[in-house]
């Protein structure tokens, strides 16, 4: 007979959460990217004109996965090490007519993206052009052109965590995708004087060039590591109540373990499930939450001894890491626990049947006259 146990978890204070303790940490490593995005405004015969190429991606950078054998991921942090470079430049034309000048100017902002991350970068980089002039006269079609100017890098660095809903995105053995792209991303051109024959224009490139390594930095915690034993591991665990007497309900206690470390994250008994002759050998088993490394609970295993026999029973302790960081990264651990006892029936005195008495009676009362006649 197979009986189940769905045991109703009671939310304990065990000691110091798993979640709160100092976590190890393991990187992805850094990974290396290097991107441009460019943006161009043209202008005939006006003053000025502008042109956009929003959301430009830079890169799209693939960072390796957290290995869930190495414990329960707890945290992400992605770390940006970076600079952003500006360049722009621009030309103009004209026909016979006045002079003029050319110019031009840029500006953009930057985003990092990830699963549950996303960091922007404030204030926006602006570039302005050095800017060319047209001669007046009537000279026929001229042009020039300016540029190009580089502005000093713009150092762009950042960490960044993760959102905890989203740790289960950054656990496996492939890799996670991390963004860098510019949400915005403009030119503008200008003329001085749009007056003169028609065939007079202007324009501007600006371009944005960022460079640098990504890395995800995972915390983590060891797994609980549960056992019956306070000083190494012992999943199987045999409580023998040997041969007892009928009615006298003996008890033996046990206790359950996370084994000592401090890296490591709490445990949780989420159930039991007993077989065999669990009405004879019962447990009083609870689920808890949390139980801290190097911590330990007390139970006790009952033979109720109501009936005579040989009982034997089995209950199988399914337990987890505690319920802290990414789920998919907590791991089940099972316990067994083997019950044995042998009930005997109490021991009592056979009486004499009457018969018996009144027979040694005459012998007693025989032997007395036997030995008065001696006597005489």
Do not use: E
Request: hydrophobic share 40%; charged share 5%; proline share 3%.
């Amino acid at each position: 007979m197979t009986r189940h146990f769905q045991l109703t978890a009671i939310a304990v204070l065990l000691g110091v959460s798993g979640i709160a303790q100092a976590a190890l940490t393991v990187t992805s490593g850094p990974v290396s990217f290097s991107g441009s995005a460019s943006v161009t405004a043209t202008g005939g015969q006006v003053a000025s004109a502008t042109n956009s190429n929003n959301g430009a991606t830079i890169a799209n950078v693939a960072l390796g996965q957290f290995d869930a054998a190495n414990g329960v991921l707890t945290g992400v942090d992605i770390q940006l090490t970076s600079n952003r470079t500006q360049t722009i430049n621009g030309s103009g034309n004209k026909n016979n007519g006045p002079g003029r000048t050319v110019n031009g100017s840029g500006t953009s902002n930057a985003l990092m993206s990830a699963a549950g991350v996303s960091a922007a970068f404030a204030p926006n980089l602006t570039q302005a052009g050095s800017g060319c002039a047209l001669a007046h006269g009537p000279t026929g079609p001229v042009n020039c052109g300016w540029g190009p100017n580089t502005a000093a890098a713009a150092t762009t660095d950042t960490t960044v965590g993760a959102d905890d809903q989203n740790l289960n995105d950054y656990v496996g053995g492939g890799s996670v995708n991390a963004s860098l792209s510019l949400p915005t991303l403009s030119a503008a051109t200008t003329m001085s004087s749009t007056a003169g024959q028609p065939g007079s224009g202007s324009s501007a490139t600006y371009k944005v060039d960022w460079a640098g390594s990504l890395q995800a930095n995972y915390s983590y915690l060891l797994h609980s590591l549960a056992s019956f034993d306070g000083s190494s591991t012992n999943n199987t665990l045999t409580l023998d109540f040997g041969t007892v007497a009928q009615n006298t309900g003996p008890t033996l206690s046990f206790s359950l373990f996370n084994l000592a470390d401090a890296d490591r994250i709490g445990l949780d008994l989420d159930s039991v499930s007993g077989s065999g002759d669990t009405g004879a050998l019962t447990t009083n088993l609870t689920a808890f939450n949390d139980l801290a490394q190097g911590s330990s609970l007390a139970f006790v295993a009952n033979l109720l001894t109501s009936t005579t026999g040989v009982f034997s029973a089995q209950y199988l302790i399914n337990l987890s890491d505690a319920d802290f960081g990414a789920s998919s990264t907590r791991q089940n651990h099972q316990l067994t626990l083997n019950l044995v006892g042998n009930v005997v029936g109490n021991v009592t005195a056979v009486p004499v049947p009457g018969a018996v008495w009144l027979f040694g009676s005459a012998l007693l009362g025989v032997l007395g006259m036997n030995r008065r006649k001696q006597t005489a």
